[in-house]
């Protein structure tokens, strides 16, 4: 078995990076180790920049995305029991977007298969050479070598591509403290994200539809979901986000509940001799910048660009670049989400003194149009570094 392009994984990233190979006659195949249903009902990111709906959009798999997804232009930071706008628009002439992770990966399998890409589900990689350069996966009890030109390393954090990069340096930060995620069929109670601060902890109210919302707490890394029955989590939610003004959190059934432990990650450099590592397998952020699919996008993106460049003319310079173009973008996304998650969250090992600047912080965030567009320009997105 031969292939031009192994990619090994079926999130965001391999499957995007397939399609896009396609449109440039690349031929590839996504091998990924769990079933279709599991992939696309794994509740996860749901803000994308503009640069990302650009991608999926002239990717030509923007369709469902323009009819369902929600246009925003701003956000709110509430602490001290007000709400203070962040006027992302009018500070960055650029939108955000909600749509779900869920329907990105569920569109772009449709779309895969329906131009007669290879995409194997159920098919683990055990092991990688670089040099050869193939993969072997294990699929149905049997064992299959596939040889290749190139292979992508798009399998998520806990994959088996970042472990095959000799020489590797890594970067971490561990905090002290996790997400308590839940999706409810319920209206959301807000039109724009409410990113709120609480000494109580950090809470975030986004949506997924004018129907559903989704909701998150700050809670402890070791936390139990079993001590967080409906009504505990709808009142800490309701704790967190009261305001001065009588606003009101609706509640509704909740339909899915899980607990992410929060961290900074990053391995350098992103490529060893014939494999290419993409979003999560290189880089993890905290999900409160919002940042880690659409760094996953910029990444196979640049990498599309690269191995076209390879097959149409037989250069190499962009391959040979993929690396410290994706790390630029990479390391201003980690200081943006290591930002954001310390102005926001209520640290368990705080004194006095640093909590009296994170709220002086907080204060000239929303009272400084300068500090707000610094906020406003990461939170949209930089530029595609090429
Ligand atoms: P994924 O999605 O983890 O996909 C990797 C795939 O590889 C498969 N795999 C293997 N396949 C074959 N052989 C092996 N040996 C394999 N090992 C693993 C896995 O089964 C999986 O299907 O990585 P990818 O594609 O790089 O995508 C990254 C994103 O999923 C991630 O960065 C975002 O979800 C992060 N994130 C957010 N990002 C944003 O841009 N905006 C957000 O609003 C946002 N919110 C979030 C988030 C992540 C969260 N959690 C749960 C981590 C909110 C949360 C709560
Ligand atoms: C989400 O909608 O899941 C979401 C939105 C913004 C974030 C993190 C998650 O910062």
Redesign the pocket.
Known sequence: MRTQVAI???????LLLSHLLHRQGIESVV????DRAY?EQ???????EQGTTDVLRDGGVGERLDREGLVHHGLELRFGGAGHRVALTELTGRTVTVYA?TEIVKDLVARRLEDGGDVRFE????AIDAAAPSVT?EQGGKTYTLECDYIAG???????SRPAVPDMRTFSREYPFA?L?VLADVPPSTDELIYAHHERGFALHSLRSPKVSRL?LQVAPDEDLAAWPDERIWSELAARFATDDGWELREGPITDR?I?PMRSFVAEPMRHDRLFL????AHIVP?TG???????VSDVTLLAEALTERYASGSETLLDGYSASCLRRVWRAEHFSYWMTTLLHADPQADEFARRLQRSHLDYVVSSPAAAASLAENYVGLPLGR
């Open positions: 090994i994984g079926g999130g965001p990233a391999g091998l990924e180790s769990r992939v794994r509740q996860r990111a749901g803000m994308l992770q098919a683990k990689v055990v996966y798009c399998d998520g954090f806990h994959g088996v997400w995620g998150y899980s992410t993409a979003g999560d397998a999900p919002a940042k880690g699919l659409n760094l996953a």
